[in-house]
């Protein structure tokens, strides 16, 4: 059987792996800096490009081309470039794929250090960015400009789980000769394929759900072959590098990938579909709800809606803190996409450097909590949070 015709799940078990001679079942970690050469000739061949082989693991390691034909193959990208983490993901796109001079349009509702990357960094070294409502699509259209080079997004957005059409907007990118970029941290490819949708790259941070059990710091970008020249070109030169030890880690995650994102989309429904039924409660965003404005778009275009769910109570912050306060199963952490559930209060951590009134545009309410699921059983999560609403006014 041919590796390229296997469905998803399979490849997500056994994609990319080369066995060495011992004839191990799970896959080797290649702990090793640099590689010796048979000869010197062979030496002058790998350094020269003449022959394909490992050379130095700055940019060429088994384990890390194990992890990165995988999650391709998962995709459906011709091609994968690891990093050393999510963010070194998106710089390395932006500094292959840019130059002085151009100009991005990004979603305003994506990861606070993205914001920080596009917005403030990038534009020391002459590349702007226009941030737009990711669910106008005149805003986006009306944004681009001759110099754009790509649009920016993701979706479901966080906290606010808004979903955007990403069909359409690759439409829009490819009619203004841009491409677009998505970052799939929160669905990955076990629940939506943006690069079938038409998308050029999706980026992740591996750091969540692909590792899946809080372990590991890494990223990836992922697309066509042409593109990808760019960003390897820049990961070897430069050197965010994504080790080898966390290579091994992510392989293990996404094996397990599939069952973990339908078990964290089961209970994150249910939860949802409870938290709308508390009188404490103002407000519930999740895009498996009937009540959510793009149910039916997140529905067609995700096989399920994902771990995420944040809700608006009511008293603002006081009974927001009150109630992240009154959990003693779920961590109160800003990270998402673990195992373990977590609940954070985004007015006062992730989106604490904005201002009161950038925070009321973006819709970060101070009353707004958010839980990103785990895998306990759905009836501790929900016990754990009913005990707090329980002492609400
Ligand atoms: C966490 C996160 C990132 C950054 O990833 P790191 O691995 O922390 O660098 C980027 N995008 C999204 C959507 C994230 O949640």
Redesign the pocket.
């Known amino acids: 059987m041919n590796e390229k015709d296997y469905k998803s799940a399979t490849h997500a078990v056994r994609t990319g792996q080369v066995r060495t001679h011992e004839g191990e079942n799970s896959e080797a970690l290649f702990l090793t800096s640099s590689y010796v050469f048979a000869n010197a000739a062979e030496a002058a061949a790998r350094f020269s490009g003449d022959e394909l082989g490992n050379i130095y693991s700055r940019f060429t390691n088994p384990t890390v081309r194990n992890f990165e034909q995988r999650l391709a193959a998962m995709e459906g990208g011709e091609r994968c470039v690891a990093t050393a ?6 710089l390395c796109t932006c500094l292959g794929l840019l130059k002085a001079g151009d100009h991005i349009v990004a979603s305003r509702s ?2 606070g ?2 914001v920080m990357l596009l917005g403030t960094l990038l534009a020391k070294f002459g590349i702007d960015t226009s941030f737009v409502e990711l669910t106008d699509m005149e805003a986006w259209q009306a944004a681009i400009r001759p110099n754009t080079r790509f649009l920016f997004l ?1 979706t479901p957005s ?1 906290p606010l789980t808004e979903v955007a059409d990403i069909q359409q907007l690759a439409d829009v990118a490819h009619r203004h000769d841009c491409w677009l970029v998505v ?1 799939n ?2 669905c990955t490819p076990a629940l939506q394929r943006p690069l079938q949708l038409g998308a050029d790259i999706v ?1 992740h ?4 759900y692909l590792d899946g059990q809080g372990r590991c ?3 990836a970008v992922v697309g066509g072959q042409e593109l990808l020249n760019d960003v390897f070109g820049i990961v070897r030169t430069a050197g965010p590098s994504m080790s080898p030890f966390n290579a091994w880690i992510f392989l293990k995650g996404l094996e397990t990938l599939k069952i973990r994102m339908k078990a964290h989309s089961e209970n994150a429904l249910m939860l949802a579909q409870w938290l709308e039924t508390q009188a404490a409660i103002d407000r519930v965003y999740y895009p498996g709800l009937a009540s959510h404005p793009q149910h039916t778009l997140a529905m067609q275009q995700q096989s399920a809606a994902g771990g995420l769910v944040s809700f608006v109570v009511k008293g603002g912050q006081t009974a927001a803190w009150r109630l992240i306060d009154s959990t003693q199963l779920l961590s109160i952490t800003a990270n ?2 673990d195992t373990k559930t977590t609940i954070t209060h985004p007015a006062s951590t992730t989106h604490g450097r904005l201002t009161p009134e950038q925070r009321e545009d973006s819709g970060i309410s101070d009353g707004l909590v958010r839980i990103s699921v785990g895998l306990e059983d759905y009836q501790d999560i929900q016990a754990d949070l009913n005990n707090g609403l329980m002492m609400m006014p």
Request: hydrophobic fraction near 45%; charged fraction near 10%; aromatic fraction near 8%.
């Open positions: 983490s999510g963010m070194a993901a998106i994506i990861f250090s993205t993701e966080n970052d941290c929160f980026i941070s591996a750091t969540k710091i890494g990223g998402l996409g």
